[in-house]
């Protein structure tokens, strides 16, 4: 069982950066992929990117390509979301998530989720 924990979340004007953790709980194995979603109000829930665990390559939604960055710290269960050039268009609520089969198409694991207002 796999605990995920997301913070960092607040309130930032336009074109402002803000850097997401996600403590997770629990092993993590080398297969799974980590990744980060986003709920707009009123909005069905979006994936933003995701890290192959074991390797760190990255890959994002072409929203977000740019500005975005993805990265995990192994050692400490981490996984960071750093972003950059922030639009209001970015404001929701992020969620990170894990995928145990690998498969980007399988995600298992959530956390509660914290919000980002971007201002213009």
């Known amino acids: 069982q796999v605990q995920l924990v997301e913070s960092g979340g607040g309130l930032v004007q336009a074109g402002g950066s803000l850097r997401l953790s996600c403590a997770a709980s629990g092993r993590i194995f080398s297969n799974w992929i980590m990744g980060w979603f986003r709920q707009a109000p009123g909005k069905e829930r979006d994936f933003v990117g995701r890290?192959?665990?074991?390797?760190?390559?990255?890959y994002y939604a072409d929203s977000v390509k740019g500005r975005f960055t993805i990265s995990r710290d192994k050692a400490n269960n981490m996984v960071y979301l750093q972003m950059n050039s922030l639009k209001p268009e970015d404001t929701a609520v992020y969620y990170c998530a894990a995928d145990p089969f690998g498969t980007n198409r399988a995600y298992r694991y959530w956390g509660q989720g914290t919000q980002v207002t971007v201002s213009s």
């Open positions: 890290i192959n665990w074991s390797s760190g390559s990255a």
